[in-house]
């Protein structure tokens, strides 16, 4: 079984420019999580895809925005990136939408702004 | 608006004897709470998890307490070994929604 995997592991990004994360999710989860964790904070809940359909958003602008393809991988887009967007970008999938269950996360991608 | 709080940001036991991590929460609508374990350059692993109409979950040497009339629950681990110093983070969810709120952490290190 394959866990949940993030490219890249590393970035780094000149302010105003766009990046692209993405994430595979584990076999079998059709649902995918982003979050953010700045320095010494918990993850931030961005937004969750569900069956390709954004499925709850979290409190960050428009210009974080994100995709999920039929085989369930996801990616996060975030445009006019900003010094505060440097952080840890986490993706975590899980099983079934609508069931308590946990969410299984990827090993996350840091993302740094210049 | 800080939904999950633990207040404790670190927190050291020797080998073998009990870790209590504490973790406290606002809104009465979060029905299920979960507790990770981060390693450096590792993304949170699931530990345990407890739905609020228990007050007690175990699994081996972790357990969770919840006491819902406090908004209030923990994570013991008994014996603590050298290979749970790691951050610790509480999270909780509200039926039908997968988001999780989570905690600020607590950094745990077990001393030999």
């Known amino acids: 079984e394959t866990g949940v995997t993030q490219s890249p592991t590393h970035l780094i990004k000149t302010r105003g420019q766009q990046v692209t994360l993405r994430c595979s999710s584990q076999?079998?989860?059709?649902?995918v999580s982003w979050y953010q964790q700045a320095l010494g904070q918990g993850p931030q809940f961005i937004f969750q895809?569900?069956?390709?359909?954004?499925?709850g958003r979290g409190n960050f602008p428009p210009r974080f925005s994100g995709l999920q393809f039929p085989n369930y991988s996801s990616e996060l887009n975030v445009n006019a990136l900003e010094l505060d967007d440097s952080a840890l970008y986490l993706c975590a999938s899980s099983p079934l939408t609508g069931v308590n269950t946990e969410a299984f996360f990827g090993q996350g991608t840091r993302l740094t702004v210049v | 608006d800080q939904q999950v709080k633990q207040n404790s940001p670190s927190l050291s036991v020797q080998e073998g004897r009990i870790s209590i991590l504490n973790c406290d929460y606002t809104n009465s609508m979060f029905d299920y709470f979960l507790w990770y374990k981060k390693y450096p350059a590792e993304g949170p692993t699931f530990l345990i998890s407890?739905?609020?109409?228990?007050d007690k979950n175990e699994d081996g040497r972790f357990t969770v307490f919840l006491n819902k009339s406090a908004k209030h629950l923990s994570l013991h681990i008994v014996p603590s070994q050298p290979g749970d110093s790691a951050v610790y983070f509480c999270a909780a969810s509200n039926f039908g929604n997968e988001k999780l709120t989570f905690g600020t952490g607590t950094r745990l290190t077990i001393i030999p």
């Open positions: 895809y569900y069956r390709e359909e954004e499925n």
């Open positions: 407890i739905s609020s109409i228990k």
């Open positions: 076999s079998g989860h059709n649902t």
